[in-house]
């Protein structure tokens, strides 16, 4: 006979593990999920989250229906239908052992914004930011601004901040209508390039954004892709906060949020998680969004990876390719900020491996030679950025007829004492962005000592000499870190630094 006390704890056990699978068996979705969200349109759309394993799942967009069944670990997926861009506010409810409702959901254009902090820096410390955040009131621009906490500053963190340095903790937000309460913080590349987009598709347009300052590339891309690129690997691999791999500057930084922990004997520092570390912001940033519609990316990145150019040109293309697989929705457009001029660093080698970069399918390059400020790592002028970026978009993505870069090199080609170029984006002509003389070409013989140039524009071509060098065999233009360069096309687009070779 069982007694009356047990049979109490018994019938307490029973109810408290009834309630306990009640809770495990609820529909969930990840929070890129949420009210006022933008759906991409022209494509299937993903809808995926967590159940209870074996539970069945439905999804309602409009008139569409699709059920799946959630697998073992209680995850499930579903691909809806292709949808047109439509400024009507419509549902999703998802229908479970519970159900929830998505209120106010538009069809139209989602970007991908990302990168450290000059993709980071917000519109009200921009250039011009103050006016746009006054005419923020636009309903078919939608925000979600991923934000960091703690944020990569120059303090050592509390024991509550190292614990939410976590990829399951760290990144959070949700879906906003834009208005001067939500643009003021928001990315101001990121929001001038969608305002662009909206005035000129004239659909909704939604802005995911989840830049990190200091953010080095390498935290952005999966461990998994890392560890299996001979090349990335050894970035993973010992103690990363002394891994010379790594740029100086997110060591330390990292090293001082962390140093509570890190100077106490019985903390392992390979247990230690910052997003500054390999991997790290591609498990908060990446993984939990993907594969969520996007119709592209924009990136500005590369103030923490300029110290090992030679080892971006790896990165870079790891970072693109490893986001196309999460995505798997082909070579989506990758659309990229090649860094400004600067005095304070070296960023030339560095600006030459973004160029290189063009080679990867489907990328596009916005040149900022001529908007850095020389003695600022965040220069305020985001607009023109923004707008640049806008345009390669507009030509390369939408179809629109315009010029969308400045003049790009094409070849070279040794005449005597004189190196003649050709260039592509230059069919309206060359202009100098002071209407001066061409500055900003140096040439070299075979033993590469790098002399002034006198550049000539010749139709569409240049033709560059120095009285310095004879039989020149190498050019370059714009190399230095705060150059002295003028080139542009008629479109007033500025060319970008390169350095080549006679072949």
């Known amino acids: 006979m069982i007694r009356p006390s047990l049979l109490i704890r018994l019938l307490i056990f029973s109810i408290a593990t009834y309630q306990t699978s009640e809770a495990l068996s609820e529909v969930a979705l990840p929070s890129i999920f949420s009210d006022h969200m933008v759906l991409q349109r022209d494509q299937p759309i993903p809808v995926w989250g967590t159940a209870s394993a074996g539970e069945k799942v439905s999804v309602t967009l409009g008139n569409e229906t699709r059920s799946t069944i959630a697998d073992q670990n209680g995850r499930w997926r579903v691909r809806l239908d292709p949808k047109s861009a439509s400024d009507k506010p419509v549902s999703m409810i998802l229908v479970g052992s519970n159900s929830m409702t998505i209120k106010d959901i538009l069809i139209g254009e989602v970007w991908l914004c990302s990168g450290q902090s000059n993709m980071h820096w917000p519109l009200k410390q921009a250039t011009q930011g103050a006016e746009s955040i ?52 928001f990315s101001a590349v990121a929001m001038f390039f969608g305002l662009e987009l909206l005035e000129k598709q004239k659909v909704p347009i939604g802005l995911i ?21 001979p090349i990335l690997k050894p970035l993973t691999e010992n103690n990363w906060f002394k891994n010379e791999l790594v740029h100086g500057f997110c060591r330390d930084r990292a090293s001082l949020n962390l140093n509570r922990k ?99 399918p489907n990328t596009g390059m916005a040149v900022t030679i001529d908007i850095g400020e020389p003695a600022d790592v965040h220069p305020p002028e985001k607009r023109e950025v923004g707008h640049r970026l806008a345009l390669i978009a507009r030509a390369k993505v939408y179809g629109e007829k315009i010029e969308y870069s400045g003049p ?59 009285v310095s060098v004879v039989k020149p065999v190498e050019v370059r233009y714009g190399y230095a870190s705060n150059p002295e360069c003028n080139l542009r096309n008629l479109a007033n687009l500025p060319a970008s630094p390169f350095i080549e070779k006679v072949k």
């Open 134 to 185: 006054a005419k923020a009131n636009l309903p078919n621009l939608r925000l979600i601004n991923m934000r960091g906490n703690p944020y990569g500053n120059g303090r050592e963190y509390s024991d509550i901040e190292i614990a939410n340095c976590t990829p399951e903790k760290y990144l959070t937000g949700k879906w906003a209508v834009s208005s001067p309460q939500s643009a003021t913080d």
């Open 209 to 229: 954004h989840n830049a990190i300052g200091g953010t080095p590339t390498e935290a952005w891309i999966s461990r998994k892709s890392l560890i299996a690129n």
């Open 262 to 360: 890190l100077i106490d004997p019985k903390v392992d520092p390979a247990s230690l998680q910052h997003p500054y570390q390999p991997g790290f912001m591609y498990e908060s940033g990446i993984a939990p969004i993907a594969p969520y519609g996007i119709r592209g990316v924009i990136w500005y990145q590369g103030e923490s990876n300029a110290h090992n150019p030679a080892l971006h040109d790896q990165l870079f293309q790891e970072l693109v390719a490893d986001w196309r697989s999460a995505w798997n929705q082909g070579d989506f457009p990758f659309l990229y900020v090649q860094l400004p001029n600067i005095a304070t660093a070296n960023w030339a080698e560095f600006r030459e491996s973004q160029r290189r970069a063009l080679k990867i």
């Open 408 to 466: 790009t090199f094409q070849s070279i080609e040794a005449e005597g004492d004189s190196l003649r170029l050709r260039f592509v984006h230059c069919s309206g002509g060359f202009k100098t962005s002071d209407n001066k003389d061409l500055t900003g070409f140096e040439v070299a013989g075979k033993d590469r000592i790098f002399m002034p140039a006198t550049a000539i524009i010749k139709g569409s071509e240049i033709l560059v000499t120095s």
